[in-house]
């Protein structure tokens, strides 16, 4: 079992930056690929972005490259969301997810967190 909380949610403007934490704890981290994924209201769960087990391949939706930069660090069992230059289409709540292989399928993951709102007003 791997259990899984994000932290670093809120609400913010147009143009700002967060950056979501995800805690892992359990089974060695080290040894799963952590996915980044988001789901606003009325919307199906969609990819974000995903990083390989040692951190050297990353993936991300076309909707977030070049804004948000996924990272980790196994020796902290914690995998990051840097989100720069926010809008509000990026408004939702943002789940992690740890699974065996760099996915961008929800399926893809057994493990995930309980989420983080994060909300991007105009």
């Known amino acids: 079992q791997v259990q899984l909380v994000e932290s670093g949610g809120g609400l913010v403007q147009a143009g700002d930056s967060l950056r979501l934490s995800c805690a892992a704890s359990?089974?060695?981290?080290?040894?799963?690929?952590m996915g980044w994924f988001r789901q606003a209201p009325g919307k199906e769960r969609e990819f974000v972005s995903t990083?390989?087990?040692?951190?050297?391949?990353?993936y991300y939706a076309d909707s977030v490259k070049g804004r948000f930069t996924i990272s980790r660090d196994n020796s902290k069992n914690t995998v990051y969301l840097q989100m720069n230059s926010l809008k509000p289409e990026d408004t939702a709540v943002y789940y992690c997810?740890?699974?065996?292989?760099?996915?961008?399928?929800?399926?893809?993951?057994?493990?995930w967190g309980q989420g983080t709102q994060v909300t991007v007003s105009s």
């Open positions: 997810a740890a699974g065996p292989y760099s996915d961008r399928r929800s399926l893809g993951y057994s493990y």
């Open positions: 359990g089974r060695t981290f080290s040894a799963y690929a």
């Open positions: 990083i390989s087990q040692d951190g050297g391949r990353t």
